[in-house]
């Protein structure tokens, strides 16, 4: 089968939607027709999502808080975890747990990241991370 064919076929049937949408038949869909409710996602697809969305976070911290990268590899990780969870404008708004960290008050900066509405919302995931950034 002409794999390069038929795949083109698709999208131009089905369309490529890069958000979840409701198909004709009331699935929830995504991409060339992806079924969702029905099919779900692999494993593999599940990893890649994943590798893409921490690389995006990584850019995203890179962008808007170059000085990031000097910070150890643990605090490191607690922020793109952050930034994962939260989005980027979100993680901007913790300017007292940013400034701390810049500053290199990583107490300070724990408990910052632990007084906020989302310690609240992710309740051990905010205690495992501010862990990381305390103990770095």
Do not use: H, K
């Amino acid at each position: 089968m002409d794999w390069a064919a038929i795949a083109a076929e698709l999208r131009r049937d089905e369309g490529v939607r890069l958000r979840p949408y409701r198909c004709t038949a009331g699935r929830l869909s995504i991409g060339v027709g992806r079924n969702l409710d029905d099919v779900g996602i692999s494993a593999a697809e599940a990893e890649l999502l994943l590798d893409n969305d921490i690389a995006r976070a990584a850019a995203d911290l890179d962008r808007a808080l170059p000085w990031w990268r000097g910070l150890s590899e643990a605090r490191q990780r607690a922020l793109v975890n952050m930034a994962f969870n939260l989005g980027l404008p979100r993680l901007l708004g913790f300017s007292a747990m940013l400034a701390a960290l810049r500053a290199g008050d990583y107490s300070r900066a724990a408990a910052e990241a632990l007084n906020s509405r989302w310690a609240g919302q992710v309740g051990a995931r905010a205690a495992r991370v501010a862990a990381m950034i305390r103990e770095g």
